[in-house]
């Protein structure tokens, strides 16, 4: 939000106030012509002034980044701005902002007419850009660093049993390397939702410090539940990369050691939330949430990994089975497991407010799900982190059962003679039907019409929970490249 702007001219710049000198001069030009000066006048010098064109330029902003408007588009920047101006003023206190100063310098060929020998500190024009103001680089630390904090000392918690064994110490200092190589690398979303979720349930007057940095630390177990279903996961597919290195697997001297490593990721966030959340009255429900999602998550791997056996049967496929994959593979885990911990948290568990957040979170997951889909073929590895391999794999994606819908006998053909093949030749005849099938644009399509459902969605079901928290998420999310 731009606040203002205010310009400094340089002081060899126009003259201001020639008027008033003029206007000075003559007054004391008549007093002296009648007689009547009662006291000495300061004399009217020629000026310095030489019309410098040169100017500082400091703008004053306000950032809101949880209203961050995810699409340059007038729908969105309106939709943006009216949960922004519904928030601010139910509760302003529970906003966050940043409060940031741009200053431009002007280069020094920018000053005419006087010399500069000596007094600017800028010699080139990458000088003169936009500099950081004091306000910037003294700003207090974001969410995500303070997040990024925690995961040091909560590696010290993991290691502690074994710096006082010397069985096991090398075991964990080996499983170390494992939390250090498989957890911190991702965006952190899931973790990082639960900080989000709690500020926005909890008043923020009662929002402590040690509940903050608490929320940071279940956040940190979404993370560890994360990285035990990836490294578990890119076995079982064959991947090649994981954010932007190698597989875990696929590492020199780990290979099948993956396995046990995976249950050890696991085991770390039970020693997590008892080493922390033990003593709390929702810590019962914390273990028990943590536990279901974990046994869902397995019934949707399962779903999947059965609809993609090697032997490629395009007929098992139908968007029926895909829904119940993403469902039970990525909705609950992703979506409402972070907001359901910070709930408990925030002291709200009874089963309505739970189904209602269900409801919407569900079908959050399931506009992300297919957004990674779409993003596994038309991606970019770069920014993804990881090469698409929904093709090879046989996977009971969204663009191939768009595909099936859509195919003509011919095509429908072509896709069974060549989906699930690790070939090259055969994953480009693939993607050749695909864009035959326009499904570019169909899931452009698909993207704007599951928006509006879910903003619907929002409206219907959040009921006592604070909407703003819900589309905030969908707006994050919303035409993501990654």
Known sequence: MFVATKQLACHHGKDRG??????YAENRRLEM????TQKKKREVKDTKKVGCPAEICITHIVKFPEYKVTANTKPIRRRASI?????LEKSPKNVTHEVWYYLRLPHISCHQGHSMEGKCKFSKMSDCNDVESPAKRRRPPSELELFDDV???????????????SEISDVVARFKKVCEYNVPHGKKNRGLSIVTSYRYLVPEFEQSQENLHKARILGWCVEWLQAFFLVADDIMDQSHTRRGQPCWYRKKDVGNMAINDAFYLETCIYKLLRLYFRDDTYYIHLLELFHETTMQTVIGQGLDLMTSPD????????????NAIVKWKTAFYSFYLPVASAMYMAGISDAESHSNAKLILLKMGHFFQVQDDYLDCYGDPAVTGKVGTDIEENKCGWLINQSIQRASKEQRKCLQENYGCNDSKKVAAVKEIYKELNLEDVYKQYEESSYQELMTEIEKYSKNLPKAMFI???????????
Do not use: C, P, W
Request: charged letters at 40%.
């Open 18 to 23: 020639i008027a008033t000198k003029k206007k």
């Open 83 to 87: 949960e922004l101006r519904k928030q």
């Open 472 to 482: 905030a998420f969908a707006n994050k999310i919303y035409k993501r490249n990654k």
């Open 151 to 165: 995961f040091t000392q909560l590696l010290e918690d993991l290691g502690e049993e074994g710096r006082k064994n």
């Open 311 to 322: 032997e490629v049967d395009l007929g098992q496929f139908s968007m029926e089975k895909y």
């Open 33 to 36: 012509q009648s007689g009547h």
